[in-house]
């Protein structure tokens, strides 16, 4: 499951059922992931060997039944690489990887064997101990080796002589992450400013004074940016070192910063002189108003993220438009599942939106469509952060019947026209915050699909405007993918308001619509409740963009204007 869930129930075990592993009573063989290479080191306790798997190799051949808990998917794997890359006379253990190097601790004298991964295995060198009894091995962030010893209860630290020059990276600061892989499964962890500028912490590890450490970085394998830091950096002492600032684009992005020479001489200790982390650029703010549509194929949309951590069902563009008025929208698939996918957890991120200029009126609105899957309780969560991603609220929360827009199906729903539902999330807690991020959130019940269109974050205003002449209108919905119904009001028993004339200009003035209509009607003289004279109007043509309809009287020239949103 996804680094952070321990919810077991939506997790997923891919089973390798052919690569037995023999065991030693009281004596565990452990494992570790080359997560670059993907290679799974592991110890055959019972054949006292060294082993490898390929975890990219194999295949499933089925699900299997989970023993004790309940999970998402338990399946069975056969035919991966396995290669067997050394036998001991005496019983190995633990077991580490470390930047191309294996790390094996033997609990029958103690000894730590060092082994190179590439070109080829081969053992480089071995320590005496003279403890028996050594377990788990571990090479910290220090670049020491760590030890367990069962027998006499010791945590070790295997120290050798200090080297003349060794300076290593202690710690990446800035951008903060956790996630060491470019695709991580995270909502935090972004940079918001359109560029990063690395701070880390150096550390003088050898007996010789440091006074210059060539240094550089390099984000997805680009062209490194250098930076030579000057300076006093005594024995065991430890400095911050801020680096050169360089353009990212919007994504999630794998940095990499490396100690190049110390002293303008290469380094003694190479093990420590690299770190590498992930990190989400996000781009610059956009301004309200602030749409989408999903029209392009292209998914996520441009500037959005997705998040996921799952290896199956997931968000698409789909094309089926809000209302069927477009050709595009958001699915979750929560339905065609080979696995019970109940737990799983998607993200849909938007771009930053500046709400400096947000008022009272400003909402979220977005078109939804589900259908429920018997009793299923697929959900839709809305959750807005003003940090970069750092903490986020939850103002919208539906699930089940209160998220369904249309009849329970046993069958994948694809919403018609009329399936359809338009939710609106009032924004006036985040007036005023330069970075608002809104996330759609979907957590699966593995039921039925959802949908989501039209989303659109800015002036919501949908009151009628000051009547003149005693009349005034309606515009639904606002914004609109192309299609808006005009309701003329009619009001305090006046039965005639004559020829009306409507017509929508663009931003520039320009005249795009016009129309002239008669909205006479036939009240009796006691009938005093609001007469209404509707219109519909296909703008499906026109860019998306801010428009100005107005209705003008003609027969006393009275005009009331107000402001269209095309999607």
């Known amino acids: 499951h996804g680094p952070g869930y321990d919810n077991h129930s939506a997790g997923k075990i891919w089973r390798y059922t052919d690569v037995p592993v023999t065991r030693v009573a009281g004596v565990p063989s452990h494992l570790v992931l080359d997560k670059v290479n993907h290679w799974l080191y592991f110890i055959d306790g019972g054949s006292k060997t060294i082993k490898r798997m390929n975890t990219l190799s194999g295949n499933n051949v089925g699900n299997l039944s989970s023993p004790n808990e309940s999970l998402s998917g338990y399946y069975n794997m056969t035919g991966a690489t396995v290669e067997l890359l050394a036998t001991l006379?005496?019983?190995?253990?633990?077991?580490?990887?470390?930047?191309?190097?294996?790390?094996v601790s033997d609990y029958t004298n103690g000894n730590i064997y060092l082994y190179s991964t590439t070109p080829s295995f081969a053992l480089l060198a071995t320590i005496v101990t003279a403890h028996p009894g050594m377990m788990g091995v571990k090479v910290g962030p220090d670049g020491h080796i760590w030890c367990v010893n069962?027998?006499?209860?010791?945590?070790?630290?295997l120290d050798v002589a200090l080297p003349a020059t060794d300076v290593s990276i202690r710690s990446i600061n800035s951008p903060a992450f956790e996630n060491y892989m470019a695709n991580f499964y995270s909502t935090a962890f972004d940079v918001c400013s359109g560029s990063i500028a690395p701070t880390v912490t150096i550390a003088n590890n050898g007996t010789n004074t440091v006074s210059s450490v060539d240094m550089q970085y390099t984000v997805d394998g680009s062209a490194p940016v250098a930076y030579t830091w000057n300076g006093t950096l005594a024995p065991a002492g430890t400095v911050s070192v801020a680096l050169p600032s360089s353009a990212t684009t919007g994504g999630s992005h794998l940095l990499s910063v490396s100690i190049v020479t110390v002293n303008g001489s290469a380094d003694d200790v190479d093990l420590n002189n690299t770190m590498t982390g992930s990190f989400r650029s996000i781009n610059p703010p956009s301004a309200l108003p602030f749409s989408e549509g999903f029209a392009a194929v292209t998914f996520p949309p441009a500037n959005w993220q997705y998040v996921n951590y799952n290896k199956n069902n997931k968000m698409t563009r789909n094309a089926v438009g809000g209302f069927g008025l477009s050709a595009g929208s958001m699915k979750m698939d929560n339905f065609s599942n080979t696995e019970n996918i109940t737990g799983q957890i998607d993200y849909l991120m938007s771009p930053i939106i500046d709400f400096t200029g947000a008022t009272a009126n400003t909402w979220l609105k977005f078109s939804v469509a589900h259908a429920r899957n018997g009793t299923s309780n697929d959900a839709l969560q809305v959750r807005v952060s003003v940090n970069c991603g750092m903490t986020w609220t939850t103002p919208y929360n539906k699930s089940g019947a209160t998220l369904s827009t249309a009849t329970a199906t046993a069958s994948a729903f694809t919403p018609t026209a009329a399936q359809w539902r338009t939710d609106s999330v009032s924004m006036t807690a985040y007036i005023g915050q330069p970075e608002v991020m809104v996330v759609f959130t979907t957590v699966s019940n593995n039921g039925n699909n959802v949908y989501v269109d039209d989303i659109f974050v800015g002036d919501f205003t949908t009151g009628i405007s000051e009547t003149a002449a005693g009349s005034s209108f309606t515009v639904y919905p606002n914004p609109t993918s192309g299609i808006i119904n005009l309701v003329l009001h009619v009001r305090d028993g006046i039965k005639d308001l004559g020829l009306s004339e409507i017509s929508i200009c663009n931003v520039l003035g320009e005249k795009v619509y016009s129309s002239v209509v008669s909205s006479h009607v036939s009240v009796a003289p006691h009938q005093l409740s609001t007469i209404n004279y509707q219109l519909t109007i296909d703008l499906?043509?026109?860019?998306?963009?801010?428009?100005?309809?107005?209705?003008?009287?003609?027969?006393?020239q009275s005009v009331t204007t107000r402001k269209v949103v095309i999607q």
Do not use: A, H, M
């Open 540 to 556: 499906s043509e026109l860019k998306p963009g801010v428009y100005f309809l107005s209705v003008r009287q003609l027969t006393d």
């Open 150 to 157: 069962k027998t006499e209860s010791i945590v070790y630290r």
């Open 89 to 103: 006379t005496t019983q190995p253990c633990g077991i580490d990887y470390y930047n191309g190097r294996l790390i």
